[in-house]
């Protein structure tokens, strides 16, 4: 079987569709679980030793997006080496690596779009936008902001479990422009995906070429997000 993004035959590695460190806070520090809980009353809730995975690349493809990874992990929960400033929606963070940052965003919503696994099959960016994704990750081409731009919004701190939550991808329109949105880590991601020729009015909040990305806080609208998953978990009688 080919590897998804060079297509050469090769051994496929067991690659995660969301970053594993993403998952991280999920985990049962005794037993390395966490519990999957769905809003379809058909689905039991049961769970996972391991964030949601297939086998889709091949060892070099994954060390490459492993490197973008390895970058992100510590700009998002660390901070170290990284400039801050207060803006006024959120934290600004500066001197970020534009290629590297802007191609881990890249590779997750990708990711989502190749894969197989019911719980990314709303992510769907037809053959025109999956394959162009597919060959900017594999010549390391993160083009520029406005190409699957993405808006980050810090998860409300409504209790102390919003840390150890991950909302799969839910495909919306926004202004019109066709977008998915996720959250994990803490983070809600927010992808745009739409013609060159029309730039939504959120591009201003996309990393930019300069190495800048605003954090965004919207309390009331983020919460309203959460509140709309958990009417549907108590109405399945999943949630007290």
């Excluded at 067991?14 to 689905?43: A, C, G, M, Q």
């Excluded at 400039?83 to 959120?90: C, D, I, K, N, V």
């Excluded at 990711?111 to 162009?132: A, M, S």
């Excluded at 803490?186 to 745009?192: G, L, P, R, T």
Aim: a positive charge.
């Amino acid at each position: 079987m080919g590897c998804a993004l060079c297509g050469r035959k090769r051994d496929l590695c067991k690659s995660h569709i969301l970053s594993e460190f993403l998952y991280e806070p999920l985990y049962d520090k005794v037993l390395h679980r966490y519990n999957v809980v769905s809003t379809d009353p058909k689905v039991r809730s049961f769970t996972r030793p391991t964030g949601s995975y297939e086998r889709l690349l091949c060892e070099e493809c994954e060390g490459l997006i492993g490197s973008w990874e390895s970058y992100a992990k510590p700009l998002l929960y660390g901070g170290i080496g990284f400039g801050w400033a207060r803006g006024p929606h959120g934290p600004i963070i500066h001197d970020i690596d534009y290629s590297r940052f802007k191609l881990f965003q890249m590779s997750m919503l990708w990711k989502c779009h190749v894969t197989t696994l019911q719980d990314f099959r709303c992510v769907d960016l037809g053959p025109k936008h999956g394959e162009r994704l597919r060959s900017m990750l594999l010549a390391s081409n993160p083009g520029k902001p406005k190409d699957y731009g993405c808006v980050l919004f810090a998860a409300p701190k409504m209790t102390n479990c919003t840390d150890k939550l991950i909302l799969l991808p839910e495909r919306l329109k926004i202004d019109g422009q066709t977008s998915y949105i996720l959250m994990a880590g803490q983070i809600f991601w927010i992808y745009f995906v739409f013609s060159p020729a029309v730039l939504p009015p959120q591009k201003d909040y996309f990393l930019d070429a300069s190495g800048t990305l605003p954090i965004l806080i919207n309390d009331e609208w983020t919460s309203k997000y959460l509140a709309k998953y958990a009417k549907q978990l108590k109405a399945t009688g999943k949630l007290d």
